[in-house]
């Protein structure tokens, strides 16, 4: 069995269990998806599918990526990704893969998008330094302070925490629970809140550490 599937999150909002507990959660339009490609371990050196998520205009799409499409004749897809699978002859290049195959409420999964952009950010918001005193007359207040050393090494070492662009980098939340599967509406509920801004590309995958 596919150990994924790409999404679209949609947004956050909650929903109340048997117990009456109220619970926040991550709205994704999981799938349908697309097999567009078998990877098998004889050809390529490791076994996966490539999938194709949310639908894209023929015409903005070129011939050769276009004549890669056309071996599954389910159109054009915005989204291309490689997700694992136990056992590739499970599938065949067309097939679709929806929410309800893959997850069940219960199932405890990884998440990963693409967090928000915040920019050029300082220290103190992208690191959480404390910064300088904030008395009148202190001349040191949001500044990342020394850097570096003086005769030895006489270099700045590197990952160094310093000012630079926040956000807009890959990121994996793990061991989320799922606590609702709409088949009929390719939703999943995910609890909590996962990387991304609203419409953005989510991939949901089976856990890799139990917790």
Same mark, same amino acid.
């Given at each position: 069995?596919?150990? *994924?599937?790409?999404?679209?999150?949609?947004?956050?909002?909650?929903?109340?269990?048997?117990?009456?507990?109220?619970?926040?959660?991550?709205?994704?339009?999981?799938?349908?998806?697309?097999?567009?490609?078998?990877?098998?371990?004889?050809?390529?050196?490791?076994?996966?599918?490539?999938?194709?998520?949310?639908?894209?205009?023929?015409?903005?799409?070129?011939?050769?990526?276009?004549?890669?499409?056309?071996?599954?004749?389910?159109?054009?897809?915005?989204?291309?990704?490689?997700?694992?699978?136990?056992?590739?002859?499970?599938?065949?290049?067309?097939?679709?893969?929806?929410?309800?195959?893959?997850?069940?409420?219960?199932?405890?999964?990884?998440?990963?998008?693409?967090?928000?952009?915040?920019?050029?950010?300082?220290?103190?918001?992208?690191? *959480?330094?404390?910064?300088?005193?904030?008395?009148?007359?202190?001349?040191?207040?949001?500044?990342?302070?020394?850097?570096?050393?003086?005769?030895?090494?006489?270099?700045?070492?590197?990952?160094?925490?310093?000012?630079?662009?926040?956000?807009?980098?890959?990121?994996?939340?793990?061991?989320?629970?799922?606590?609702?599967?709409?088949?009929?509406?390719?939703?999943?509920?995910?609890?909590?809140?996962?990387?991304?801004?609203?419409?953005?590309?989510?991939?949901?995958?089976?856990?890799?550490?139990?917790?």
């Amino acid at each position: 069995m596919i150990q *994924g599937i790409l999404g679209k999150k949609l947004g956050m909002t909650q929903v109340f269990i048997a117990d009456g507990r109220r619970i926040p959660v991550t709205v994704v339009e999981a799938g349908p998806c697309t097999v567009l490609q078998k990877k098998t371990e004889s050809i390529d050196g490791y076994n996966a599918l490539q999938v194709g998520f949310s639908e894209k205009k023929t015409h903005r799409v070129n011939k050769p990526m276009m004549g890669h499409f056309k071996k599954a004749d389910q159109g054009a897809f915005a989204c291309l990704r490689e997700l694992d699978v136990e056992n590739v002859d499970d599938y065949q290049v067309g097939d679709q893969i929806t929410c309800g195959a893959v997850f069940k409420a219960g199932d405890i999964v990884d998440v990963t998008g693409t967090s928000k952009g915040k920019g050029f950010q300082g220290v103190i918001k992208r690191w *959480g330094f404390s910064g300088g005193r904030a008395t009148h007359g202190s001349h040191f207040h949001r500044a990342p302070g020394s850097i570096g050393m003086s005769a030895w090494p006489a270099r700045v070492h590197k990952g160094k925490k310093m000012p630079g662009q926040m956000g807009n980098a890959q990121v994996t939340l793990q061991n989320l629970e799922i606590v609702e599967v709409r088949p009929e509406q390719n939703i999943i509920l995910v609890k909590g809140a996962i990387p991304g801004a609203n419409q953005g590309l989510v991939v949901i995958r089976k856990c890799i550490k139990s917790k």
